[in-house]
């Protein structure tokens, strides 16, 4: 069964319509990662050096694990958000004669292999080599190396669960992150060392490793949790959720009726993200965005002007970027109905256009405090709002027709999170460097400020022909409609 | 008056659809019958212009479909799923199709009301969105907003599908009603060759792309189809 399992997954990704159009992209995505690889295997090589300059009087060894509970805490962290729950089209399998434990095994295995699991390995491997073989012994580092695998499992799985579990409360990742922090800071004031605790807890470990049993006990409860989760989950009922449910409060929403169509299409916008588990969910991580200053502002090392610029563009633009992106693809489900009706496309634009407006205003809004750390923060923040609002905001609605894959909105079942990984961050990461690569030559020339103003100035020229720029995205829009429609119909 | 000239749709070099002429009258009832893959929906989308074609246009009321989107304004349709918005209630969504076509709040007030029958009380006021009606009944919805602009052009795809046989006569009757007081210009595709010889006055035969019957219907249509497609099968 994994076999016909493999095969159908392996035809499903490499027949999609993603790969097979967008070279461009595959390519990029491609780059990055061997960059991101290559980066971790020389962390690996020199990650003894590293640690040695920082703690010149600790064994290196002890040192490394010590960090190890805190990696293993951010990595949960960051997998809330980046990691994309393994999806599979249940449906089709469970009228047929296959145990739901083959499906679900299967689920698992796939998501055991994933990206973050062995991005750890790339570090970790190396410093086997490096530094436990020769210091200790082959079987001592097979050992350690056991033990890491097992707790890599052990968080992937943890995440898996939480993850399906909690994907629409978000704060609860935040409250973790919190939780974290705050150990941290009573390890750097040496009031609770988490980090001795893990160190002595895993060389213990590594000694009798009997005690493996522990932390594989443990992965077996984890597995067996994600197991029965969704196991209950796996009958049509609950793929398709039709819950009675009270009408919410956008139905009574009056305010756009003035505004004609243009205003009925707002709502439709509106009615589309909120109603949509798989929009709501960027809505409400959006916060993640707005606390993005508080990690770079108060370093002195990293407040360097062209950092802020990529920070003040992804403070405000941030939920931009993530609704600009698949503003077409969410309407895939009924993308024939847009055309075929008598729907004007200026106007349809015109709507989604006045929703990227009013989050990256209210983005800005609530950016106005970082003021604290200077007013050269507020400027640049205020440039980088009308760069979003005037300019970028069109490059996106113009790249925005070359959408071709659908995406289901409606299935919020857990089973489906599709479009929510990494990849979607890679793919806006070159928007976010065409302002720095329109302020880098004026800071060669050193007058960066200047720079900060040709930015803010694009945004406004940009703003005052809105009309005619407009007119330039509907035009493609028109041109590409068909390609986009036919790669909405295809599953 | 729909005219096609010389219309061909391929996909990949294989060709799905091939039309040399074809000329659908005002107020004319068109049905369109063939087998799967014959290029029923092909046509269906390439009037609608929701995929271009490779050679010859289609011409809607002196309106070439693929140059300007002016035909909008009098054509209603109803293909498949993929026309509803899904997470909105049916309500909604005929307020938002109503709203495109410039009718008011009261203009789709009275336009639900004559539908009340057609949908047996299981559209309206049920607090359901459209992603969690029946397959029968969302279809009730698409083919209730294809009419809901008072269209001069109607095009449906397999309407009588899913349907329960009660809402199948009234559709039905409905069409008919259309046909007689509207002259409402009618393309119905049907694998059902019972309803389809019933509304519609000429028939139309499909047959991998090809138009291989071009009927006007009489009391021995119905046979002569069944013939055609029993013939076909053994």
Known sequence: MFKWFLSHQWKESIRSNFWQ???????IIGFFMLIMFSYLILLGLFIDEI????????????????????YFGIDLFIRFFLYSVPVIQIESYLHLPIRKSQILNFIFLKSSLNVF???????????????????????????WMLLMLVLILNNSFLLHYLKRRFIDKPFIAFAFALVLISAMLLDKFDIISLSGYSSIGLIYLVNNPIYILIPLSILIFVYGMNYSYLKSKMTLD???????????????????????????????????????????????????????????????????????????????????????????????????????NNVDFYKHFRAKYFLIIATVIISYILTIPYL????????????MCLFNLGFLSFVLMYFSSDSRKRMDMSKSSAFNYQGMGATNWIMIL????????????????????????????????????????????????????????????EF | MIEVKNLVK???????????????????????????????????????????????????????????????????????ENFLIDFLTPEEYFDFIGSVNNLSKGDIKKFLEQFE?????????????????????????????????????????????????????????????????????MLISSHDLNHVTEVCERIVVLDKGNMIHDIKTSTDTLKELEKHFAVKTS
């Open chain 2, 117 to 185: 029958d057609f949908f047996n009380g299981e559209i309206l006021d049920r607090k359901k969105y459209i992603r969690e009606l029946s397959r029968g009944n969302k279809q009730k919805v698409g083919i209730a907003a294809a009419l809901i602009s008072d269209p001069e052009i109607l095009v449906l795809d397999e309407p009588f599908a899913s349907l329960d046989p009660t809402t199948q006569i009234r559709l039905k009757s409905l069409l008919k009603q259309l046909q007689k007081e509207k002259r409402v210009t």
């Open chain 1, 372 to 383: 604290y750390f200077g007013t050269k923060v507020l400027i640049i923040n205020t440039a």
């Open chain 1, 51 to 70: 640690l040695h300059e920082a703690f010149p009087d600790a064994d290196t060894f002890i040192i490394f694990n010590s960090g190890l509970i805190y």
């Open chain 1, 21 to 27: 159009k967008s070279l461009v992209i595959n390519i």
């Open chain 2, 10 to 80: 391929a996909y990949h070099g294989v060709v799905v659809l091939n039309i040399p002429e074809l000329k659908i009258e005002k107020g004319e009832s068109f049905g369109l019958v063939g087998n799967n893959g014959a290029g029923k929906t092909t046509f269906f989308r390439l009037i609608l212009d929701l995929i271009k074609a490779n050679k010859g246009e289609i011409i809607s009321q002196g309106i070439d479909v693929k140059s300007t989107t002016n035909w909008k304004a009098y054509t209603g349709s109803y293909l498949d």
């Open chain 1, 117 to 143: 699991n062995v991005l750890p390995l790339l570090v970790f491997i190396p410093f086997v080599f490096k530094v436990i073989i020769p210091n200790y012994s082959g079987i001592y580092a097979i050992k």
């Open chain 1, 238 to 340: 609950d793929i398709n959720v039709k819950k009675q449910r009270k009408e919410d409060s956008l139905s009574k929403i009056t305010y756009f009726e003035s505004y004609g169509d243009l205003g009925e299409m707002i709502l439709l916008e509106l009615k589309l993200i909120w109603r949509n588990k798989r929009s709501r969910t960027i809505i409400n991580m959006s916060p993640l965005f707005l606390l993005y200053g508080l990690i770079i502002y108060p370093n002195e090392d990293m407040n360097k002007l062209g950092l802020l610029v990529f920070v003040g563009i992804f403070m405000t633009g941030g939920i931009m970027f993530n609704y600009g992106q698949y503003m077409l693809s969410w309407e895939s489900n009924y993308f024939d109905g847009i055309i075929a």
């Open chain 1, 430 to 489: 070159p928007f976010f460097l065409l302002p720095i690569l329109i302020w880098l030559p004026f800071n060669l020339l050193g007058i960066p400020n200047w720079g900060i103003a040709t930015i803010a100035f694009i945004g406004i020229i940009s703003l005052a022909f809105h009309k005619s720029l407009m007119k330039i995205v509907v035009k493609r829009f028109e041109q590409k409609k068909h390609l986009i429609a036919e790669g909405f119909r």
